[in-house]
């Protein structure tokens, strides 16, 4: 079954210091990847898909289908970017429904 | 272009109530979905609709109802409205790869 892990449930960082927002999965096929933030009391918001290689508000996640892993990285972290964040599986071949993980709370502190 | 609207934003029922949480469309998606959204508890799938006249149960789909008449609208009802249901609301429609855009949720308290 596919299945999406975010071992960490809280993480708190100081502002300008790098933050790894940790994301496992769990496919045997080839995965599109999603990350998505949900700032305070807002509707989810898409951050970055993994097939689009870019990078949004400084965050970059790579695809490591060794690891199964898809990490969301940014080197300095703002205190902006304090909020929740989820990371999403859709299995290919146009599957119905992404699979989520639980979710992390990141906080920036000053 | 709106996007997916959610109303209303905000609700109070009483125990027993029945209620619609509407949802709203204008992208023409084929694919549209309902979550819940409970305190370090992350999002958990009701009900969702892969296009008009279809629908399928999700991991809780328990003490709700939905239709799709039309591509447009996946309304969710509320039977009997306890307090369990208490949570955020959250609809979502796809098409293709891209991945979910979302409503602004609804926050729901029963009383």
Redesign the interface.
Known sequence: AQRVTQPE?LLSVFKGAPVELKCNYSYSGSP?L?W?VQYSR?????LL?H?SRESIKGFTADLNKGETSFHLKKPFAQEEDSAMY?C?L?PQG?S???V????TKLTVNP | NAGVTQTPKFRILKIGQSMTLQCTQDMNHNYMYWYRQDPGMGLKLIYYSVGAGITDKGEVPNGYNVSRSTTEDFPLRLELAAPSQTSVYFCASREGTYGYTFGSGTRLTVV
Do not use: M, S
Not at chain 1, 42 to 46: D, E, H, S
Not at chain 1, 100 to 103: D, S, V, Y
């Open positions: 449930k599109e999603f998505y807002q509707r989810l918001q898409l898909r097939i989820y999403a859709l146009g119905e429904k992404l989520f993980g639980k979710g």
